[in-house]
């Protein structure tokens, strides 16, 4: 099982790098590095609401380029985003 859990990681950080600009950094500065919406819009130089604007356009990237295989990544993704906000809410 942990064996098809780091396997999973993989894709779903394969996944993540493929979200270009802006976007990418800060989805992966939110997920990834598991840093608040006021530390990164504080690194970036840039408002909360950007962070939230480029973390839209994170997910509609997600969500087109990810065809057929939005549901090998959905339930992983939203495990990833229930322990985000578990953990920082």
């Known amino acids: 099982i942990a064996e098809a859990m780091a396997h999973q990681q993989m894709l779903i950080r394969l996944q993540i790098a493929r979200i270009p600009g802006k976007s990418g950094q800060v989805f992966h500065m939110l997920f990834i590095r598991k ?42 993704i939203i495990i990833l985003l229930l ?6 809410f």
């Open 35 to 76: 840093l608040g919406e006021a530390e990164i819009a504080r690194q970036l130089g840039i408002s909360e609401k950007t962070v939230r604007n480029l973390m839209s356009g994170a997910f509609r990237f997600l969500k087109i380029h990810s065809g057929n295989s939005l549901r090998r990544y959905a339930y992983p």
């Open 83 to 88: 322990i985000y906000f578990y953990e920082n």
